[in-house]
């Protein structure tokens, strides 16, 4: 028996390498024969770092940049064992943790911290860059980051505009002649798992600027400068980023990555799939187990769990996934790929009770599913 146990983590609980431990672990109480590939992965947001170097191996990078509000930090990228590729997420320079929640200002705060990332990843070499958008404290539309990499935006008096969202008001000008030019030379892969515009009701400022500090009046002062900024990309770049889905991720930065490092918007599951040889690996499988801590109607639209059930049912491979809670509108998975979905908690008990007893209790119920599928071997 071959199986491939490739599950997220179960966040506060597990790393999705302590999850696959878990399973494995069930697994072979039932079948100690059975061949297991282990994947640890994550669906591409805050984590996808850590995640292709625990599928792939690879190696951290510290290096000192600019913090969301200005403040010197020390910042890790992660260089794959391939030696290419290179994986930064906005969250380590330019992320919602990194600020105290009564400092958060997305008017101030800026991207340029991960474009400094992105400079060290290029002068260790890089050929392919993997930006993760997740967790971000900015709504500067990738502003930051291009500064950082050497493009200018200029006011109307044809000086460098400052950080953050506030200075987007005063952008007329984009040049990008001094851009490092070896963004231009590298594939560039931007990991995104929402369809957000960068502008109005459902776009950066208004869905995400909240969470990150912006009061109503904030939110609509926000909208209106990136509504500038899409002006302003388009006269002097051409390209029109307010009908890019998902343009309005992490601030703007889905839309800003496109425009300025001629990035390529990809789910950030597929990024992650691909990156592991996911199909290569489930094609000659038996059975997949997957899972998540939560797992409820939002996880058949873009989560990990239906990302690796849709892949696997390229091979009619069967499925099942292990949660830590069922909420409502969890059965929706069953339309997108998983065959059976368990949770693993046996019965009524606390949150805090749960999640420290994680690593057993994904144990145990593996090891129930493994001798229930032993069952129907013998059946007639």
């Known amino acids: 028996m ?12 597990l790393t999705s390498r302590e999850a696959v431990e878990a399973i494995s672990a069930g697994i072979h109480r039932v079948f100690p024969k059975a061949e297991i590939e282990r994947l640890p992965l994550s669906d591409g947001g ?19 940049v600019t913090g969301p509000l200005g403040d010197k930090m020390k910042a890790t990228w992660a260089l794959l064992s391939d030696g290419d590729t290179a994986v930064v997420e906005l969250a380590a320079a330019s992320g919602l943790t990194l600020v105290p929640k009564t400092e958060l200002n997305p008017l101030a705060a800026t991207t340029f911290g991960t474009g ?66 070896r963004i231009k030379a590298i594939e560039v892969l931007v990991a995104c798992d929402v369809d957000n515009p960068l502008c109005g009701p459902k776009g950066a400022a208004y869905v995400y600027g909240p969470q990150k500090g912006a009061d109503e ?26 009908t890019i889905p998902g343009g309005g991720a992490a601030g703007g930065a889905g839309a800003g990555t496109c425009a300025f490092l001629g990035g390529t918007l990809r789910s950030g599951i597929d990024i992650v799939l691909e990156a592991a040889r996911f199909s290569e690996k489930v ?6 187990i997957t899972g998540e801590g939560m797992m409820d109607s939002q996880t058949a639209y873009g989560k990990l769990p239906v990302g690796v059930a849709q892949a696997a049912k390229e091979y009619q491979i069967p499925v099942i996934a292990l949660a830590g809670s069922l ?8 339309e997108k790929g998983i065959d059976a979905y368990f949770s693993i908690v046996p ?5 805090d009770t749960a999640m420290g007893q ?6 145990d119920r593996t090891e129930q599913i493994m001798r229930t599928i032993k069952i129907g071997y013998s059946l007639k």
């Open 327 to 334: 909420q409502p509108g969890v059965e929706k998975v069953l």
């Open 217 to 242: 009046l904030m939110v609509a002062r926000l909208d209106k400068a990136l509504f500038g900024l899409a002006a302003v990309v388009t006269k002097d770049l051409g390209m029109d980023v307010l």
């Open 347 to 351: 019965g009524i008990t606390t949150l």
């Open 2 to 13: 071959r199986i491939v146990v490739a599950p997220d983590s179960f966040k506060g609980s």
């Open 116 to 181: 400094e990332l992105i400079k060290d990843a290029l002068d260790h070499g890089c050929k392919r860059l993997v930006i993760g958008l997740g967790g971000s404290a900015t709504n500067d539309g990738a502003v930051g980051i291009a500064q950082a990499l050497g493009g200018r935006f200029l006011n109307d008096q044809g000086q460098e505009i400052g950080p953050g969202g506030q200075a987007l008001e005063n952008l007329v000008r984009i040049d990008l002649s001094s851009l490092d030019s």
């Open 283 to 288: 094609s000659s499988a038996d059975l997949v």
């Open 46 to 64: 805050e984590g996808i770092a850590e995640s292709l170097v625990e599928a792939l191996g690879g190696d951290y990078y510290s290096q000192t």
């Open 358 to 363: 994680a690593y057993t209790l994904l144990a």
